[in-house]
């Protein structure tokens, strides 16, 4: 099977998770915009924007095989080990720590035309 030579990893506030289901489903059932919708408090400072990266990597293939028993990824700090299937990321390592609490990593395949233009 061939795997994807690169991904962008986005590592993530654990609030910034995607809500795109839990909105369609209050729309469906008419419950959007009722009270209980969380509204952002004005007084409350701003840590980082909904749904942005505190931090971008774009990672490579290593040809290696992960303890995860995944396809190994390194670049820009960032080692992991991503099921390519899925795109889920297995084991993940951090300027060599794993992941503060707090944050979580999506994965983005990287578009073969983009790394062709480089």
């Given at each position: 099977m061939s795997?994807?030579?690169?991904y962008?990893?986005?590592?993530?506030?654990?609030?910034?998770?995607d809500t795109t289901e839990a909105e369609d489903t209050a729309a469906a059932e008419g419950t959007a915009g009722t009270a209980d919708a969380a509204e952002p408090d004005a007084a409350e400072p701003d840590i980082a924007e909904p749904g942005g990266a505190v931090r971008s990597?774009?990672?490579?293939?290593?040809?290696?095989?992960?303890a995860?028993?995944?396809p190994r990824y390194s670049g820009e700090g960032i080692v992991?080990?991503?099921d390519p299937a899925t795109h889920a990321v297995e084991a993940l390592l951090v300027d060599g720590a794993e992941l503060a609490?707090?944050?979580?990593?999506?994965?983005k395949e990287r578009d073969a035309e983009r790394e062709s233009d480089r």
């Open positions: 795997h994807p030579q690169s962008e990893i986005l590592l993530v506030p654990r609030f910034a998770e990597a774009v990672v490579s293939a290593t040809g290696q095989t992960g995860s028993g995944y992991a080990d991503i609490f707090g944050l979580s990593a999506r994965v």
